[in-house]
């Protein structure tokens, strides 16, 4: 079935025919896409169905069902595979019985070529179906292509002094991660020693652990834990030190701290 248009763009249409066009109702498709939410393939529903002309569909079930029996490969939402499926939309629309072929069709998407099911064998196309031939319907039409996504990377300083407590820094409120506390980080394992500088720290030891990831919305964080053994820390466990935004955590006596989910996995595993 046609979608029935929102409470909203009903008001809207009405007042649109009744104000613009003295209440005559077009019937044709280039009219009825240029009242207000009205689309290309709901034209042709209503110019068929309604009003009994030769006009082409082609909502989501249509769609599938053509794309299933054409083998169209690709996702609809690209215009060059919708722009085929119109055309193979259009082959087939008849001049006789207009109104039954578009119901038909919509309902042979909504019961019969459903998205994930299809009941091939009740389906009157069945015998021209290339989908079906190839035996493979289910991967008709093509899916949206995932979102590629950006990759960062960073790595996390684990650094331990000789009271077995780990040094901790609190973010910035605003940017990634914000205001919550996590380990140094460096860009680069050439910068390693560049930050232990700046740390005021002199690693007796070093260990660059396996690549891990951490997937946001709009990006993958790779990042490498490196664990670091100092023999001493300027600060004793718990004490914040003096920058402000640095404290030794002692996971045998932790603080209660605000961390993101890979630093409380990395945490844990330092028990």
């Known amino acids: 079935m046609a979608t029935t248009p929102?409470?909203?763009?009903?008001?809207?249409?009405?007042?649109?025919?009744?104000?613009?066009?003295?209440?005559?109702?077009p019937d044709n498709v280039p009219q009825l896409i240029e009242l207000p939410g009205i689309g290309r393939s709901t034209a042709g529903a209503i110019s068929s169905i309604a009003f009994k002309n030769q006009a082409t569909i082609l909502d989501g079930n249509v769609k599938?069902?053509?794309a299933r029996f054409s083998a169209t490969d690709g996702w609809p939402g690209k215009s060059a595979v919708v722009e085929k499926l119109w055309l193979i939309a259009e082959t087939y629309t008849p001049y006789k019985r207009i109104a039954d072929y578009t119901q038909a069709m919509m309902d042979l998407?909504?019961?019969?070529?459903?998205?994930?099911s299809p009941n091939c064998e009740q389906c009157p196309l069945v015998k021209d179906c290339k989908a079906y031939q190839q035996g493979n319907p289910q991967d008709y039409p093509g899916k949206k292509p995932k979102k590629k996504l950006q990759v960062?990377?960073?790595?996390?300083l684990i650094i331990k002094n000789n009271q077995g407590a780990l040094l901790l820094e609190q973010n910035p409120p605003a940017g990634l991660w914000g205001g919550l506390w996590v380990f140094p980080q460096c860009e680069s394992q050439d910068q390693l020693e560049e930050t232990y500088l700046k740390l005021g720290i002199q690693a007796e030891s070093q260990q660059i652990l396996a690549?891990?990831?951490?997937?946001?919305?709009?990006?993958?964080?790779?990042?490498?834990?490196?664990e670091i053994s100092i023999s001493h820390s300027g600060a004793t466990a718990g004490q914040v030190a003096e920058q402000g935004n640095q404290v030794w955590y002692n996971p045998q006596n932790p603080l209660s701290l605000g961390m993101p989910a890979p630093i409380k996995a990395l945490l844990l595993k330092q028990n």
């Open 6 to 25: 929102a409470p909203a763009i009903c008001i809207k249409l009405h007042r649109h025919v009744s104000n613009e066009l003295n209440g005559q109702f």
């Open 64 to 66: 599938r069902v053509l």
């Open 109 to 116: 998407g909504a019961t019969l070529c459903t998205r994930s």
């Open 152 to 156: 960062k990377t960073t790595f996390f």
């Open 211 to 226: 690549v891990k990831r951490h997937t946001f919305s709009h990006f993958h964080l790779d990042y490498q834990p490196v």
